[in-house]
């Protein structure tokens, strides 16, 4: 463990993860090198080791690409691609569900190790923190103890989604390993039932432990203390798995494993957050009020956001025109004009803010902007990658009706009222599907929508020619290392 600490530490030396508005708050040491007992014998030791972690996540094998915006979208049929392999590559396989190819068995394996990687991370940090509890000021013990547990779960809870079976279809299935303790050792597989009870029980206690939250009286101090502060670690808190993100994460499990009523109450809870004004709904001038400036993430409503001081790069390297013709990240037409943002009865409008902030379209072709370089690049939004936002809650409100779809109708259309559109006469499985496609676009979430549904992939206008549903399709294979082990 000696030399992940190490290797932490120097990510955390290295990299300038914010802007000057948020350094303080990453409180980094410029230490090239500290034994892990010297590390973990103080409170900033601690900070510094959670800090890392969520560095780490950026990682181009994690969510600052493959579990954001690329690999994971391919597989979600976000993105049109076309026929020449010497533009798209290996890029055609996984939108075939080709998992098997030399290539993506390698990629997966990355992402893998790479989470169970900080999964051990979470873990040495939790063997220590109870033993010295009596270093950390304030709440500081509760509100790093509680997120090192909300990391942990989610990392293990994205692996199952990403690598379990169809929870809906075969929840018994085994899945993957889940590490609670710092041992070293090489853990079975699981069903898959026995790990979402696992990632309940740690959210739980994270929630429990981050009652004390700032964020639930003070708001998610995003702009950050001003100047002179001495000590921003508990400002910036939509940058952390907060207290209500830990909520929202709860909701998206027991919508997973189809616990409805529950997942109806966790996102109830962050609903009356943002009524409360804790993640207020954007509002149209933040979008469109200067055109080169505009709040494309919707940032007031971001209940975690990682902060990702390339996150341009995102855009440079897969949604920005001028790359062509290399490949270039699009929409396919037809979902785009016909269902999505156009079309009768689909629930789409020009007019929508998500629309208009996000996509622009030039030659027949729309580019998606989300994570464009704003005009003010130091702005600490600028950074955010998000991860959880406010209206996937309302969504999962709506789908976690008890009785039929239909009832969840109010929910969306509250969504639909901040999005600048029109209300729905009603809703059908279809809408609802058109509805997170416009609300999570590009952040990683779709394929496990529709794994979750257990319906077919939405590639194009029609489901004509669309692959059904099915185990192959939505079942990644254990990377090779963990079927060996």
């Known amino acids: 463990m000696k030399r992940n600490i190490t290797y932490l530490l120097a990510i955390l030396t290295a990299t300038a993860i914010c802007s000057s508005g948020c350094s303080k708050w990453l409180d980094v040491q410029p230490y090239d090198e500290i034994a892990e007992e010297d590390l973990l014998s103080t409170e900033d030791g601690?900070?510094?080791?959670?800090?890392?972690?969520?560095i780490e996540l950026n990682d181009d094998m994690l969510y600052g690409g493959a579990l954001s915006v690329e690999m994971i979208e391919l597989m979600g049929g976000a993105y049109a691609?076309?026929?020449?392999?010497?533009?798209?590559?290996?890029?055609?396989?996984?939108?075939?569900?080709?998992?098997d190819t030399e290539y993506w068995r390698t990629r997966f394996n990355e992402t893998w190790d790479k989470a169970y990687s900080l999964i051990l991370d979470c873990n040495q940090l939790l063997s220590a923190i109870d033993s010295r509890?009596?270093?950390?000021?304030?709440?500081?013990?509760?509100?790093?103890?509680?997120?090192?547990?909300?990391?942990?779960?989610?990392?293990?809870?994205?692996?199952?989604?990403?690598?379990?079976?169809?929870?809906?279809?075969?929840?018994?299935?085994?899945?993957?390993?889940?590490?609670?303790?710092?041992?070293?050792?090489?853990?079975?597989?699981?069903?898959?039932?026995?790990?979402?009870?696992?990632v309940l029980q740690d959210l739980s206690e994270a929630r429990v432990l981050l009652s004390v939250d700032p964020?639930?009286?003070?708001?998610?101090?995003?702009?950050?203390?001003?100047?002179?502060?001495?000590?921003?670690?508990?400002?910036?808190?939509?940058?952390?798995?907060?207290?209500?993100?830990?909520?929202?994460?709860?909701?998206?499990?027991?919508?997973?494993?189809?616990?409805?009523?529950?997942?109806?109450?966790?996102?109830?809870?962050?609903?009356?957050?943002?009524?409360?004004?804790?993640?207020?709904?954007?509002?149209?001038?933040?979008?469109?009020?200067?055109?080169?400036?505009?709040?494309?993430?919707?940032?007031?409503?971001?209940?975690?956001?990682?902060?990702?001081?390339?996150?341009?790069?995102?855009?440079?390297?897969?949604?920005?025109?001028?790359?062509?013709?290399?490949?270039?990240?699009?929409?396919?037409?037809?979902?785009?004009?016909?269902?999505?943002?156009?079309?009768?009865g689909t629930g789409g409008s020009l007019y929508d803010y998500r629309y208009l902030a996000n996509w622009r379209t030039t030659g027949g072709n729309s580019y998606f902007y989300k994570y464009s370089d704003m005009a003010n690049?130091?702005?600490?939004?600028?950074?955010?990658?998000?991860?959880?936002?406010?209206?996937?809650?309302?969504?999962?409100?709506?789908?976690?009706?008890?009785?039929?779809?239909?009832?969840?109708l109010q929910y969306v259309n509250i969504l639909r009222d901040s999005r600048g559109v029109d209300p729905l006469p009603s809703l059908t499985a279809d809408l609802l599907q058109y509805e997170y496609i416009r609300e999570l676009y590009g952040e990683g979430q779709l394929f496990f929508m529709y794994k979750r549904m257990?319906?077919?992939?939405?590639?194009?206008?029609?489901?004509?020619?669309?692959?059904?549903?099915?185990?192959?399709?939505?079942?990644?294979?254990l990377p090779q290392s963990e079927t060996e082990n």
Not at 142 to 161: N, P, Q, S, T, V
Not at 172 to 193: F, L, N, R
Not at 397 to 405: L, N, R, T, V
Request: aromatic share 14%; net charge negative.
């Open 46 to 54: 601690f900070r510094m080791l959670l800090n890392g972690i969520y």
């Open 81 to 99: 691609l076309g026929t020449d392999d010497s533009v798209w590559g290996n890029y055609n396989d996984i939108a075939s569900y080709s998992y």
């Open 133 to 198: 509890k009596g270093i950390f000021s304030g709440d500081n013990y509760y509100i790093i103890k509680g997120e090192a547990l909300a990391l942990r779960a989610m990392l293990h809870f994205d692996m199952l989604r990403l690598f379990g079976p169809v929870y809906s279809r075969n929840p018994d299935a085994d899945s993957i390993p889940y590490y609670t303790e710092y041992d070293g050792t090489a853990h079975a597989v699981q069903p898959a039932s026995t790990i979402a009870a696992m």
């Open 215 to 344: 964020v639930r009286t003070e708001g998610t101090g995003l702009d950050g203390p001003g100047a002179g502060a001495t000590d921003t670690f508990l400002y910036y808190r939509s940058l952390r798995l907060n207290y209500f993100a830990v909520s929202a994460l709860l909701a998206r499990v027991n919508l997973w494993t189809g616990n409805r009523t529950e997942a109806f109450k966790y996102a109830m809870e962050v609903i009356q957050a943002g009524n409360d004004g804790i993640f207020p709904f954007v509002d149209r001038a933040s979008v469109s009020g200067s055109p080169d400036d505009p709040d494309r993430i919707f940032s007031s409503e971001v209940i975690f956001a990682l902060s990702h001081s390339q996150r341009a790069t995102l855009f440079e390297d897969y949604f920005d025109p001028s790359r062509l013709p290399n490949y270039v990240f699009t929409m396919e037409g037809g979902l785009f004009s016909n269902y999505i943002y156009g079309g009768i």
């Open 377 to 408: 690049s130091g702005n600490i939004r600028n950074t955010m990658i998000p991860l959880i936002r406010l209206g996937e809650m309302y969504l999962i409100a709506a789908e976690s009706q008890s009785d039929d779809i239909a009832s969840g």
């Open 454 to 477: 257990f319906t077919r992939v939405l590639f194009s206008g029609t489901a004509s020619g669309n692959p059904g549903p099915s185990d192959e399709m939505f079942v990644v294979p």
